[in-house]
């Protein structure tokens, strides 16, 4: 008997933390909404910064994106976002719930993709979720299996790795926004990338968790042979903003890699036991001295 009630105790606490987790969503969606209806009204910017604001994002980047679908012509409102993980932090939930919009998420872990699929976001809202482990050579597949106009509203690139390489392989799509990330310790002064692996993992890659992904001017140098315009980049300094050339306006407007770029003070290094290190500054770069990176105007292997 007092295993019983024990059991029915641990059954009415856990709905009651459930309950307490979805009346919270309710409430931070509704204070996002808010936030919405400010950016509405504002115009000239300075740079992204001044419209940050965090719902579901790992950083400001929803009050980005929410300035953006509000001051550029989108027809067709769908999204694709890879490297979500269980999709709790990410840059297009705010848009699906929000403004709902349809949209792609892919992630290389099923649990993660399993976890989505059980929320009620999911059922409520146009979203297909899949797990698969992306590569230049299967991503079009991949975009193409939703089979969502190429004019899609926004595409997120954040896989941590392969990231030049996945967007130097995408023609199925002509994204109006496109969010790349960046490795702001590779700087802008050369535009290289790691070199392309098929299987690449950030973790395991090296120890430190920061030999990853490319440098802005190489992403920005790739975004202009697409035809976008860099418009600058979130404070965090890891997402950097492009738009298709023939929708800026007089709102939206491009910036130069020089004035638009910014260095990131995430502390996210790692030791060699996989603790967090709390390294800052030029020391981050120091761990990944010496590794190699992919020079895309030499076309050659170079070191870091």
């Not at 392309?196 to 968790?209: D, I, L, M, P, Q």
């Amino acid at each position: 008997m007092n295993i019983r009630r024990a059991i029915n105790n641990l059954i009415m606490s856990y709905n009651s933390i459930k309950k307490h987790q979805r009346n919270l969503e309710i409430q931070t969606l509704l204070i996002g909404k808010l936030f919405v209806n400010y950016l509405k009204i504002i115009d000239n910017i300075d740079s992204l910064s001044d419209v940050e604001f965090k719902v579901f994002s790992q950083f400001g980047d929803d009050g980005i994106i929410q300035w953006l679908i509000n001051k550029l012509q989108i027809p067709n409102e769908t999204f694709i976002e890879f490297g979500v993980e269980d999709y709790q932090e990410s840059n297009t939930r705010f848009l699906l719930m929000n403004n709902n919009w349809s949209g792609l998420v892919i992630d290389s872990s099923n649990s993660n993709i399993q976890r989505i699929k059980k929320s009620e976001y999911f059922w409520k809202h146009e979203l297909t979720a899949i797990n698969d482990f992306i590569t230049a050579e299967n991503i079009n597949e991949l975009i193409a299996s939703v089979k969502f106009n190429a004019d899609i509203g926004i595409l997120h690139i954040d896989l941590d790795g392969n990231d030049y390489w996945i967007w130097r392989a995408i023609n199925t799509i002509n994204p109006i926004v496109v969010i790349l990330e960046y490795n702001s310790l590779f700087g802008i002064d050369r535009k290289i990338t790691i070199p392309y692996e098929k299987k690449f993992v950030r973790e395991k890659a090296h120890f430190s968790n920061l030999y990853f992904g490319s440098s802005l001017s190489a992403l920005y140098d790739l975004s202009r042979q697409k035809g976008y315009s860099f418009i600058g980049c979130n404070s965090a300094g890891n997402n950097a903003y492009f738009i298709r050339d023939e929708m800026l306006n007089e709102y939206v407007k491009p910036i130069s890699l020089e004035k638009g770029f910014v260095a990131s003070k995430v502390r996210e290094c790692r030791d060699k036991n996989g603790k967090l290190s709390y390294l800052s500054g030029n020391d981050r770069l120091l761990k990944i001295k010496g590794l190699p990176v992919y020079n895309i105007d030499t076309k050659r292997i170079e070191k870091i």
